[in-house]
């Protein structure tokens, strides 16, 4: 396990190295990883299927399937909005 480890986005404490392990792209810390659930989580999962068939043919032979992880821009500003109103307070 490494012990690098980079600051959270919203609240700027390190980011576990153990979580940073687990989820190598994640800009946020263990709690606010939890609080952003309610906002749709930090990334968007989706997926396709792959097309095997030829070219304008009518029969639909699908592949395996793809997946993409995109990061979930609006829920994050969100998080920001938010913790930036409890810090005020």
Same mark, same amino acid.
């Given at each position: 396990?490494?012990?690098?480890?980079?600051?959270?986005?919203?609240?700027?404490?390190?980011? /576990?190295?153990?979580?940073?392990?687990?989820?190598?792209?994640?800009?946020?810390? &263990?709690?606010? +990883? *939890? %609080?952003?659930?309610?906002?749709?989580?930090?990334?968007?999962?989706?997926?396709?299927? /792959?097309?095997t068939s030829?070219?304008?043919?009518?029969?639909?032979?699908?592949? &395996?399937?793809? +997946? *993409? %992880?995109?990061?979930?821009?609006?829920?994050?500003?969100?998080?920001?909005?938010?913790?930036?109103?409890?810090?005020?307070?």
């Amino acid at each position: 396990m490494s012990n690098q480890t980079r600051p959270c986005e919203i609240c700027n404490q390190p980011i /576990d190295p153990e979580r940073l392990e687990a989820v190598p792209d994640t800009r946020l810390c &263990g709690d606010h +990883a *939890r %609080k952003i659930a309610k906002y749709g989580g930090e990334f968007r999962l989706s997926a396709s299927h /792959d097309r095997t068939s030829k070219q304008g043919s009518l029969k639909q032979n699908y592949g &395996g399937v793809t +997946a *993409r %992880k995109t990061r979930n821009h609006e829920a994050m500003y969100k998080m920001k909005e938010e913790y930036e109103q409890e810090r005020q307070q």
